[in-house]
């Protein structure tokens, strides 16, 4: 299994509250990605980074902002947590080279009430 | 923008039967990638198979199997021999080649997932 670790695993907030959620690798792979899961939607991507402090928009990106200060970590944070946000959250990670796979994290569910 | 799409939301079918999940996608691209990923009630994303646009031949990894047809933007999977541990979630994904940074840099374009149900 690649190396990467979620915290935390679950969350519960409240609408308006700040949350930050951490991506960690081991594998020290350029490109780090952070998904959403609903119900009918199957996954949508967020945010990427393809270095340190290198970082782009994905086709969901309206209320969230990223940063990757250490090849090792991405940090999604939601600045005012809303209900619509209320979701299960993928990090994934892709190695150097040609059509490299995305290896998935174990998810964070995250609830906004 | 590529757009991909899974057209059977539900399938069930019996332990050690032959199963197809469909999928296509519709892409202004050449060199791209498509993937079939799993997804048990574990909640994990599990690589089930690659494909290379560039590739005629098509991929297979053990009882997976897809039949790739780039002219028709088909990319359906096989599995044979299904068993209990096959029911999960399959997710069809598109990745765009990035020459020059490599691999997919701006992430997968997934669809919205085939719920495989194996019988006993």
């Known amino acids: 299994d690649a190396g990467i670790t979620q915290s935390p695993r679950h969350k519960v907030t409240e609408t308006g509250t700040p949350v930050t959620l951490r991506c960690h690798q081991t594998?020290?792979?350029?490109?780090m990605y952070w998904y959403r899961q609903d119900p009918g939607h199957g996954l949508r991507l967020i945010h990427y980074?393809?270095?340190?402090?290198?970082?782009d928009k994905g086709e969901v990106s309206d209320g969230y902002s990223v940063s990757r200060s250490k090849t090792e970590d991405f940090l999604l944070t939601l600045e005012s947590a809303t209900s619509s946000q209320t979701s299960v959250y993928f990090c994934?990670?892709?190695?150097?080279?040609?059509?490299?796979?995305?290896?998935f994290g174990p998810g964070t569910r995250l609830t906004v009430t | 923008a590529q757009t991909v799409t899974q057209s059977q939301p539900e399938m069930s079918v019996q332990e050690a039967e032959t199963v197809t999940l469909s999928c296509t996608y519709d892409?202004?691209?050449?060199?791209?990638?498509l993937f079939w990923y799993k997804q048990p009630p574990s909640r994990q994303m599990i690589l089930v198979i690659r494909?290379?646009?560039?590739?005629?031949q098509n991929a297979t990894e053990n009882r997976f199997s897809v039949n790739f047809q780039k002219a028709a933007k088909s990319f359906s999977l096989k599995i044979s021999d299904s068993q209990l541990g096959d029911t999960a979630m399959y997710f069809c994904?598109?990745?765009?080649?990035?020459?020059?940074?490599?691999?997919?840099?701006?992430?997968?374009?997934f669809g919205k997932g085939t719920h495989l149900i194996i019988q006993p």
């Open positions: 994934a990670i892709s190695g150097p080279g040609l059509a490299s796979e995305q290896y």
């Open positions: 594998e020290n792979h350029r490109y």
């Open positions: 980074s393809y270095g340190v402090k290198d970082t």
């Open positions: 892409t202004s691209e050449n060199n791209y990638y």
């Open positions: 494909q290379e646009a560039y590739k005629q």
């Open positions: 994904a598109f990745m765009k080649h990035e020459m020059y940074s490599g691999g997919g840099a701006d992430g997968l374009t």
